[in-house]
């Protein structure tokens, strides 16, 4: 039995066809956009088709239509995210609707006459980012538009978003780009820490196709092919040139960003585009505005954050399209602003001058977060808008310690942070001596100041700084940067490398930290509403026993006649931390039968997840030795989100509830002869690790940047002398009031080194 036939007959390319004869025939934009929609609705077999146009003020002006009521043009107007057009302006996706009127964001406007169609299909007309309007047809039965269908309205839209930037008045186009002149705030999450000034770079400003409409696709066709095949031989020439200069890890992001510019998948559709009728440069930039849509909806943060890669991708397969012309002048220490970046893009961007990178997007396992941390560039993420408000060549300031971006700073701003970059470089020059110098405070008491690390290339830090080891060695960071889990060898390797390089200073490998937003493809993962509160870290581990168990193998190679201390993240109850230490007893049995065990292993737990501190006793028992990992135990303790900035920094880690949560452990485990540390970035300032010393706890692992300045501070120190003033501040506190401005200038009174 054959199919019923189709609603509609159209084809991409007959109908390009026809829209390329109306545009030769009309030069001015009302009678092209009523040739538009009657072409359209004739060729959809639709009863309406609507253009809706954006005017200033986000509000979208019904500009022409076919169906609807000629006196409402020109007259009915809906703001951005009202009514279905409106939504998918806001939303910047096309809305598919079967039964429109009764969707929650119908608006209803009778000068229309729209009241008998039910379906409707409305296609935002997207130039880049921008939206320029809305493209819709509707029908009175109700139906859900066909897959193709909906491609189709898209390239329609694509056109027409030319035809709108072409007629746009240049008055407009001045009020649209018109930079402010004050100065701009933005807050947002220092994902690799430092500061810097000097001028803006916007990234992803690229020109729109100057063509849209194929004359001959197969020649078209050609063209692709040839870029494509360019646009791979330079991404192998990357990987050989500055990503084998850079270290192993970004030579793994390059590999995974390798096979996704050789995917045929996204490629192979850009290939049908131009089949259909688009010149290769549109096609390459239809299809990434269809890859922007899904991906988003993607629940998966490392699947959405593979769009950055594409991104790049798409721009280098343009540039090839159009030949290579000359490299942009850059200027040397320019501060990058985007909405993302991909990885071979901020390696190019490195070796032209570089300085500091402002992403609206990011995570901390991000490809271009790697990257930057391998390359030590001052990276801030989250700040939403900065990257329309920044003005290419304007002044900036970028503080990723704070959290902070400043745009036209003014003379004030600017005065103070070049005293504060020029007193760091002063205190870096000090500090250099430091390096072969004991943490030990005036008083005679040795602490024990360790560095964080999640690469090989974090390892040159230990002699750099005179570390006393590696208090934390995050072991999911490689697997991110590879994007998928290593074999065994490949894993054993790594450890072995990182006790190498380590040259007998003590190493505490964490196990896999998965979940949250730390995810790795193809690795069954649902959505959850609360990911940080959900199935991750020692979790995953435990549910997951085979893939613990494998890690755990590939630690005790690595530390075969050695030790070998494993930390066990995210311990949630007592029982959780023996069934994980089962599981490392069975492994290093196993590895004792094949004669290559470690002479000794210590299982350790970090202490995050505020339930543990009710089973302290019994925790005690099992544990090697406590690390209190100061970021998560700080978001749970005070239910803040420390990825959202407006709450991040609301409760203060330098408040009496949490320097008595401190205390507690600190206490408990000296008792018990356990050793307890602090990690994370809390005891990264000088101010911090100061108050974790006071309370008791001796030993601190933080970023290998922040050793120098902490041991400073630990050399001006009067531990004793302190502990009793802080004891009675504590005692006086109330609530949860900071203690901070007292504990400074506490330090300020009796020569501290905090700067």
Request: hydrophobic share 45%; glycine share 10%; proline share 6%.
């Amino acid at each position: 039995m054959s199919a019923p036939p189709r609603e509609t007959a159209t084809t991409p390319r007959r109908l390009l066809a026809r829209l390329r004869r109306l545009m030769a025939r009309a030069t001015e934009l009302p009678p092209r956009l009523d040739g538009l929609v009657r072409l359209v609705a004739a060729e959809f077999v639709a009863e309406v088709c609507s253009v809706y146009v954006m005017r200033p003020g986000e509000i979208l002006e019904l500009a022409a239509t076919e169906g609807l009521r000629p006196e409402a043009v020109h007259r009915t107007r809906l703001r951005v995210s009202e009514g279905i057009v409106g939504t998918a302006a806001a939303e910047a996706r096309p809305l598919n609707l079967p039964d429109a009127q009764n969707h929650p964001a119908f608006a209803y406007r009778p000068e229309t006459g729209e009241e008998p169609y039910a379906s409707m299909l409305a296609v935002p007309v997207l130039r880049g980012a921008e939206v320029l309007g809305v493209i819709a047809v509707q029908n009175r039965a109700p139906r859900r538009y066909a897959e193709d269908e909906v491609e189709v309205l898209e390239t329609v839209a694509m056109l027409l978003a030319e035809m709108l930037h072409g007629a746009r008045p240049a008055t407009e186009e001045a009020v649209l780009t018109l930079p402010g002149s004050m100065a701009r705030h933005f807050e947002g999450i220092g994902l690799t820490p430092g500061i810097t000034m000097g001028p803006v770079l916007r990234h992803g400003r690229r020109a729109a196709p100057r063509v849209v409409l194929a004359e001959s696709p197969e020649a078209e066709l050609r063209r692709l092919r040839e870029a494509t095949d360019a646009m791979q031989r330079a991404v192998d020439a990357l990987l050989e040139g500055p990503a084998r200069a850079a270290g192993q890890e970004p030579r793994e992001v390059l590999e995974a960003y390798r096979l996704i510019a050789a995917d045929q998948g996204w490629l192979g559709r850009i290939e049908a585009v131009v089949r259909d009728g688009l010149t290769a440069e549109a096609a390459v930039e239809r299809v990434l505005a269809e890859l922007r849509t899904r991906m988003r909806q993607i629940s998966d943060p490392y699947l959405r954050e593979r769009l950055a890669d594409i991104e790049d991708l798409a721009g280098r397969l343009i540039g090839h399209l159009g030949g290579a012309g000359p490299d942009e002048e850059m200027p040397q220490g320019f501060i990058l602003i985007a909405r993302r970046v991909g990885p071979a893009e901020l390696l190019d961007y490195h070796a032209r001058g570089l300085a500091g990178l402002v992403l609206e997007e990011g995570s901390p396992t991000a490809h271009a977060t790697i990257i930057a941390r391998a390359l030590a560039v001052p990276l801030l993420a989250g700040c939403r808008g900065a990257t329309e408000s920044a003005v290419a060549g304007e002044p900036a300031v970028l503080d990723a310690d704070e959290g902070r971006l400043v745009l036209r700073p003014d003379a004030e701003i600017v005065a103070g942070y070049t005293a504060t970059l020029a007193a760091r470089a002063a205190r870096r020059a000090a500090e250099a001596g430091l390096r072969e110098v004991d943490p030990r405070t005036r008083d005679g008491v040795r602490l024990t100041v360790m560095i964080n690390a999640g690469l090989l290339m974090d390892l040159p830090h230990l002699a750099d700084t005179g570390a006393d080891g590696i208090g934390l060695f995050r072991t999911e960071i490689a697997w991110l940067a590879r994007g998928g889990l290593p074999t065994l060898e490949t894993e054993e390797a790594l450890y072995r490398d990182v006790l190498a390089a380590a040259g007998g200073k003590p190493v505490v490998f964490r196990t896999i930290d998965l979940g949250g937003d730390k995810l790795l493809p193809r690795f069954a993962h649902e959505q959850e509403e609360n990911p940080a509160l959900g199935w991750r870290s020692l979790r995953i581990g435990l549910d997951r026993p085979a893939m613990l168990r494998r890690q755990l193998r590939a630690m005790l190679g690595a530390a075969a006649g050695g030790t070998l201390s494993v930390m066990f993240p995210m311990v949630t109850t007592v029982e959780e931390l023996r069934a994980a230490k089962a599981l490392l007893a069975a492994e290093r049995r196993a590895a004792e039968r094949r004669g290559a065990a470690p002479v000794a292993v210590r299982a350790g737990a970090m202490l995050e997840v505020p339930a543990l501190i009710w089973q302290l006793p019994a925790l005690l028992d099992e544990a090697a030795f406590l690390s209190i990992g100061s970021n998560d135990l700080t978001q749970f303790l005070f239910a803040a989100d420390r990825g959202n900035p407006r709450v991040a920094g609301r409760y203060d880690f330098l408040s009496a509830p949490m320097l008595d949560v401190l205390e507690q452990v600190g206490t408990a485990g000296a008792a018990a002869g356990v050793p307890v540390g602090l990690c994370g970035e809390a005891a990264a300032r000088p101010l911090e690790a100061l108050a974790v010393f006071g309370v008791g706890i001796e030993q601190v692992s933080i970023p290998a940047a922040s050793v120098p300045a902490v041991k400073a501070m630990v050399r001006s120190l009067d531990l004793a002398a302190f502990r009793t003033f802080l004891a009675g501040l504590r005692r006086s506190a109330r609530g949860g009031t900071s203690l901070r401005p007292d504990i400074a200038a506490y330090a300020r009174d009796h020569g501290i080194a905090l700067d």
